[in-house]
């Protein structure tokens, strides 16, 4: 049992340690290295394999293979390995600090709570100076869509939207995956969501090497997108939104993009907000057709970027409490 409250005890706190200090700059982080990492590899697997759609395909799944692989071991080798030498060794009491310490750090890493509030909110605060051309700039840090032509509406649009899906991908993605297999399936998640990111685009140069790693990430935020969906919307009930909103648009609108994991969160924030959100937007220069995402029942206004942090902030306080009763049960269950 010692061990089960340490290992949920550590989720809980890196949970907490993310919404105190979040990502300091001065810290390297390791979705960093496995961006590195990711840039390495696709180099070298691109060399190996011919450049054809089924050259692409294979070295692209190979690529994908390797990059989760590697990302796994490595989560292994800092969270496990030591507390396991340490046990080797006889020192108990050392090991479950070790662990404890070791979990709580990997977890605090993995959760974007702090950091996706802070992006968006130097998106916020150029809108309200009236300084388009530094919310623009801001925006175009945590968006994949082109920003040099968006309106203020736009700006704060595509803010909102990156605060709901983030709410997902960001948040609730990696603690599922922590909940069910400790900090390596959360790290091997976020391995998989950061190639997604690098390589999963339908352009020229990812259309057949991206698509494994577009589809990996399908697969990994399939069931984490629907939970932070029904729990944003439970959210929105005690933040004072209107959740029956936020309900009706997720249930309309939930499968309105190509993604079929994107528009889950984005859906119910529009509905809860009372906002339209998604429609065509820019990428490489290039013109992408969407639909739309929720009601106009008013205009998308900085404001809304603060309303769509504190969504995700009740959505988060949700999933952190449900993921602890998932790993307590997960471990109870293991331990027999």
């Known amino acids: 049992m ?41 180099r070298w697997i691109r060399a190996a394999f011919p450049k054809t759609p089924k050259g692409e395909l294979i070295g692209g799944c190979l690529f994908t293979a390797i990059v989760m692989l590697t990302s796994g071991l490595g989560a292994a080798a800092v969270t496990i390995l030591p507390v396991m030498l340490l046990l080797q060794f006889g020192f108990a009491t050392a090991s479950m600090a070790a662990a404890f310490i070791l979990e709580t750090v990997s977890v605090c890493y993995a959760v974007a709570v702090r950091s996706m509030r802070t992006e968006s909110m130097k998106v916020q605060r150029a809108l309200e100076e009236e300084d388009l051309f530094r919310a623009r700039s801001a925006v175009s840090m ?30 609730v993605s990696p603690l599922f995956w922590i909940a069910l ?39 990994f935020n399939y069931i984490p997108s629907r ?28 499968r309105n993009h190509k993604s079929p994991n994107s528009a889950q969160t984005e859906s119910a924030c529009a509905g809860a907000l009372g906002l339209r959100l ?59």
Request: hydrophobic residues 45%; charged residues 20%.
């Open 2 to 42: 010692s061990w089960v409250i340490i290992h949920v005890g550590a989720l809980c706190a890196g949970f907490l340690l993310d919404l105190v200090v979040g990502d300091p700059q001065w810290i390297p982080h390791p979705v960093r290295l496995i961006g590195s990492w990711i840039t390495f590899t696709e």
């Open 142 to 171: 945590i968006v994949g869509r082109d920003t040099e032509n968006l309106t203020k509406e736009g700006v704060a649009k595509a803010a909102v939207e990156t605060v709901a899906e983030g709410t997902s991908d960001g948040i």
């Open 181 to 219: 297999f400790g900090p390596v399936g959360g790290w091997i998640y976020k391995a998989v969501n950061t190639m997604d990111s690098m390589v999963g685009y339908r352009n020229d140069r990812y259309l057949y090497f991206g698509r494994c790693a577009a589809r990996t990430d399908d697969v």
């Open 227 to 254: 939970i932070a969906a029904v729990l944003m919307i439970a959210a929105a009930g005690f933040l004072g939104l209107d959740s029956a909103e936020a309900y009706r648009i997720w249930k309309r609108d939930r």
């Open 278 to 336: 998604a429609g065509d937007a820019w990428y490489f220069g290039k013109k992408v057709e969407k639909p739309f995402i929720g009601d106009e029942k008013k205009k998308t206004e900085p404001s809304d970027i603060t309303e769509a942090n504190r969504l995700m902030y009740g959505t988060a306080g949700l999933a952190v409490f449900f993921a602890a009763v998932i790993r307590f049960s997960v471990l109870i269950l293991i331990a027999g």
